[in-house]
């Protein structure tokens, strides 16, 4: 497993100070594998939220895999969220 992936995990999981599960740790790498976090150019992959989510649900087992996840490609940069956004 990359080093990136296990930050990521540790970052959004540290606010709860709980290990991440097996799960989740499966879930990230399924991730990683389909290029989700490591890109070749410098430009973040852009998407809307829900379908961010939505992708991001389709491998993981449980809410926390889908947070954990999503914060790490938030801060990471490899995503750009694109739409409206309500403040």
């Known amino acids: 497993m990359s080093a990136a992936i296990r ?3 540790e970052m959004a ?10 799960a989740e ?3 990230l790498e ?7 976090l490591e890109r070749d150019g410098p430009q973040p992959v852009r998407v809307t939220f829900l379908d ?4 991001i649900s389709e491998v993981s087992n ?3 895999e889908v947070v954990a996840t ?8 490899s995503i750009e969220l694109i739409g409206e956004t309500r403040h």
């Open 7 to 9: 930050d990521g995990v």
């Open 13 to 22: 999981t540290s606010a709860a100070e709980s290990e991440p599960s097996l």
């Open 25 to 27: 740790l499966v879930a």
């Open 30 to 36: 399924d991730i990683e594998a389909a290029g989700w």
């Open 52 to 55: 961010l989510v939505k992708a």
């Open 62 to 64: 449980t809410e926390t």
């Open 70 to 77: 999503v914060a790490y490609m938030l801060s990471s940069g």
